[in-house]
Every structure is written in C-alpha cells, then in structure tokens.
C-alpha cells in the first residue's frame, strides 16, 4: 500500500502561482511513477503532468506546458507541482496518484484549486 496526502490548494487571482505537493508513504519502492490529475464536475479527470520516479522524465499535457512543472525530491517521498500563469480554466480538484507498473492504483484525496478572474 501507498499513502498519498496532497496539500497546497488554494484561492489564486489569475496570473499568480501556486506549488501543490504530495507526500508518499508506504510501499512507495514499489511505484514506477506518479501523476498529476484534475477533475472539474461533470467533466472527466485529466491527466496533466506525469513524473517517471525512477529517472524523473516528465510529461505534460498540451493545456499546462510551459506553465506547471513537476518535480520530485531525491528521498523520492514527496512529489511537487508549479503551477505558474494561472488561469480560470485551471480551476478543480488536483489529485495526486502513484503508478505501479503502467497502472495508477493509489490515489490521494484531492485538493482544491481556485483561480479567480
């Protein structure tokens, strides 16, 4: 088992940043990567930044590149998200999730971003 805690959401005029992070603990040698999701209602969740845990090669999805980074840190037990240029459009609930072969299992319990116009 893996046990994923986010925090760092919050309230964020459009322009500004926020770094959410996420802290593993568990079986976390048996995770091969970990993710960035978001979800707003009615909507499905979006995949928007991937980290390899491993080597530490990073994705993003078209929507946030340039803007978010993610990053992890050496002890491989906290996963980090920059999000920087907010937008409204960025506005829901990101989760974090960890990966165990291609599959993500363990997930976190959300946390709200707001971005206000």
């Known amino acids: 088992q893996v046990q994923l805690v986010e925090s760092g959401g919050g309230l964020v005029q459009a322009g500004g940043s926020l770094r959410l992070s996420c802290a593993a603990s568990g079986r976390t040698f048996s995770t091969s990567g970990m993710g960035w999701f978001r979800q707003v209602p009615g909507k499905e969740r979006e995949l928007v930044a991937d980290i390899n845990w491993n080597i530490g090669r990073t994705w993003y999805a078209d929507s946030v590149k340039g803007r978010f980074t993610a990053s992890r840190d050496n002890a491989k037990t906290t996963l980090y998200l920059q999000m920087n240029s907010l937008k409204p459009e960025d506005t829901a609930v990101y989760s974090c999730?960890?990966?165990?072969?291609?599959?993500?299992?363990?997930w976190g319990q959300g946390t709200q971003v707001t971005v206000s116009s």
């Open positions: 999730a960890a990966a165990v072969g291609s599959k993500y299992i363990y």
